[in-house]
């Protein structure tokens, strides 16, 4: 079942819900604008490391791939705590929580790998851009990592029972949104790389 | 039940099952995904390649995880405006920056 309706409204469709997916079109347009900018300025740095000296691709599709199965383990979780199963959303927060704090090793491996091969942010238009939109894209996936934490938390204090799911689909919406914006960003900043 | 909850009822969640079956397709696409950047054959036609399989991916997780598949309407267009202006955007910059002439 869904989880969309906690109380009568003009549209019958809960506020909470709703303005999730009004924040949702804005982070769209954020990240369209910070994907925009990497790709105008691809391919237009005078010095310092390029995108096809430095990317790792075979590192990052294990990340993408980590991230993939955090989505997995997010709507599992939903569906657990749907029909009040506490042992089992607990076991799928826990799994999201620990993909995405995995997806953060991974990028911090590759962030301090970058510096140590002399890219950084300030020194041409590609390590700007990269670690911008990536950066970016690494602290929404804290913030869920943080958020999932919370869930699990209340899940152990005996607070997120089915009455609550729709907390836990919220925290999903968000979660599944930081996946999609990554499969954008490892198809045109990892995978597509201007000769 | 009210109405609203009456209504919200119709639009049942997906089951584990398409879940999973969601997760297998997005891997294998990974796969291939990888695998084609890796293929010196697929070298000019790349990127449409990989911009195609990268938006069914995005399409998966959106309508099956996301819920807008079965979702209400509204939801949709609220998301699906924004993104078009996002895309409309990096469109309009890529040309505007000169990225898809051939000089």
């Known amino acids: 079942m869904t989880h969309a309706v906690a109380h009568d409204t003009s549209t019958g469709l809960d506020n909470r819900k709703m303005a999730f997916w009004l924040f949702i079109g804005s982070e769209c347009l954020l990240f369209g604008s910070l994907i925009a900018t990497y790709l105008v300025y691809e391919g237009r740095s005078i010095s310092g490391p390029t995108t096809h000296e430095i990317l790792n691709i075979p590192l990052t599709s294990i990340s993408t791939f980590d991230l993939l199965m955090s989505s997995l383990a997010m709507v599992l979780a939903l569906a657990a705590v749907a029909r009040g199963d506490k042992l089992w959303s607990r076991v799928w927060l826990a799994t999201t929580a620990l993909l995405g704090s995995m997806f953060l090793g991974f990028q911090a491996y590759e962030f301090t790998h970058f510096v140590r091969e002399g890219l950084t942010l300030q020194v041409n238009l590609f390590g700007s851009t990269f670690f911008v939109l990536t950066g970016f894209h690494g602290g929404h996936v804290f913030v869920g990592v943080m958020w999932l934490l919370t869930l699990l938390f209340r899940s152990f204090q005996g607070k997120l029972g089915p009455d609550k799911a729709l907390n836990v689909e919220i925290a999903g919406l968000y979660w599944h949104f930081v996946d999609v914006v990554w499969i954008v960003i490892f198809t045109v900043v990892y995978l597509i790389q201007r000769q | ?103």
């Not at chain 2, 000019?44 to 997780?61: C, D, E, N, R, W």
């Open chain 2, 1 to 103: 039940m009210t109405d609203t909850a009456q209504r919200a009822e119709q639009h049942a969640h997906p089951s584990t099952g398409t879940y999973l079956a969601v997760a297998g397709v997005l891997t294998v696409i990974t796969l291939v995904e990888v695998g084609v950047f890796y293929v010196p054959g697929f070298r000019s036609v790349l990127a449409p390649v990989l911009l195609i399989l990268s938006g069914t991916k995005f399409s998966l997780v959106v309508m099956f995880y996301m819920h807008l598949k079965s979702d209400h309407r509204l939801f949709t267009a609220i998301f699906t405006l924004p993104l078009l202006i996002a895309v409309g955007v990096i469109t309009a910059l890529l040309f505007l920056f000169g990225a898809f002439s051939l000089n």
